[in-house]
């Protein structure tokens, strides 16, 4: 069993910036990388990024590419998503899966998943 455990959520004024955590208490072989997903009161859960734990290669949504930057820390653990130029469209509950390496997008591709920290960002 794995636990991931989010950090780093809050409240922001558009513009702003957030840096979230996520810290995976110990890592499988199946953990082929991590991802950050969110989701919005009344929508369905939506990929942000994503990275790969062996070579750091990054995925990211198209809505956030140029604003946010997903990266990790082995020795830790951790993966970091750096949100900057925050909208408030960017509100929601951010989650991190454990991805299994197929269709990055999709959340059936994820296997754990943490408990989500809410962002909130005001206009």
């Known amino acids: 069993q794995v636990q991931l455990i989010e950090s780093g959520g809050g409240l922001v004024q558009a513009g702003g910036s957030l840096r979230l955590s996520c810290a995976a208490s110990n890592r499988t072989f199946s953990m082929y990388g991590m991802g950050w997903f969110r989701q919005a009161p009344g929508k369905e859960r939506e990929f942000v990024a994503a990275i790969v734990w062996t070579t750091g290669t990054t995925y990211h949504a198209n809505s956030v590419k140029g604003r946010f930057t997903m990266s990790r820390d082995n020795a830790k653990n951790t993966v970091y998503l750096q949100m900057s130029s925050l909208k408030p469209e960017d509100t929601a509950v951010y989650y991190c899966?454990?991805?299994?390496?197929?269709?990055?997008?999709?959340?059936?591709?994820?296997?754990?998943w943490g408990q989500g920290t809410q962002v909130t960002v005001s206009s």
């Open positions: 899966g454990s991805w299994r390496g197929n269709s990055v997008h999709m959340t059936s591709s994820y296997e754990y």
